[in-house]
């Protein structure tokens, strides 16, 4: 069975430029997540989707990121303008629902953001 | 607001060594914790999944506890192996539709 993917692997760009990361989830996986990791710290829920709807986004910066997942599989994540604050590392999540059964989430390999 | 602690931060243990990684969490009322082991440039690789109603999963020469009551998890490492080198994170869910709040991960080493 194929994990989550993500692409690129690595992105470095100014501050203020735009970027966007991708993710397509385990096939059949109903809920999708993002994450981001700055560099010491545990990861934190940015936003997750439920088929192709919104569950959480509450800690999602609105004024300059934005998530979409049109059709329900993959998902895209877009930072614009990025700050130097957004260096970390975007882990993209699936899992199969959000009954007891499904709630294990596995992880892609992550995108790793350097804005300079 | 669910807060996740794992201590120590950094773990460094001798090959063969039986070791104990520690998680707390602020809020008892939980419905899942999971463990995690993170590889450095790495993504996340799912452990073991407790369900609020169990205390305890194994999976190999990992073992991992649940006390709800002292909000407390621990997860056993018998045997270490160089190989098991990386952090490992604990996460707690709230609820069926809720986030996962991550610790911030013990480093451990395992040396030769």
């Known amino acids: 069975e194929a994990g989550v993917a993500q692409s690129p692997r690595y992105k470095i760009i100014e501050k203020r430029q735009s970027v966007a990361f991708w993710c397509n989830p385990i096939?059949?996986?109903?809920?999708l997540y993002w994450y981001q990791q700055i560099l010491g710290q545990g990861p934190k829920l940015l936003i997750q989707f439920q088929n192709n709807g919104v569950v959480d986004d509450s800690q999602l910066p609105k004024d300059r990121f934005s998530a979409e997942r049109l059709k329900g599989v993959d998902s895209t994540l877009k930072i614009q303008p990025a700050k130097l604050e957004d260096s970390a590392v975007y882990l993209c999540?699936?899992?199969?629902?959000?009954?007891?059964?499904?709630?294990?989430?596995?992880f892609g390999p992550g995108t790793r953001l350097t804005v300079l | 607001k669910q807060e996740v602690t794992q201590i120590p931060a950094a773990l460094s243990v001798p090959e063969g060594e039986n070791l104990v990684l520690n998680c707390s969490f602020t809020d008892s009322a939980i419905y899942n914790l999971q463990w995690f082991r993170q590889d450095p440039g790495k993504g996340l690789t799912s452990l073991l999944l407790?369900?609020?109603?169990?205390r305890e999963q194994t999976s190999g020469r990992l073992n991992a506890s649940l006390d709800k009551s002292s909000g407390r998890s621990t997860l056993y490492i018998a045997a270490s192996q160089p190989g098991d080198s990386a952090t490992y994170l604990c996460?707690?869910?709230?609820?069926?539709?809720?986030?996962?709040?991550f610790g911030t991960g013990t480093r451990l080493q395992v040396t030769l």
């Open positions: 999540a699936s899992s199969l629902g959000q009954g007891r059964s499904y709630n294990e989430q596995f």
């Open positions: 996460a707690v869910k709230a609820g069926t539709a809720s986030k996962l709040t």
């Open positions: 407790i369900q609020s109603s169990q």
């Open positions: 096939s059949g996986h109903a809920t």
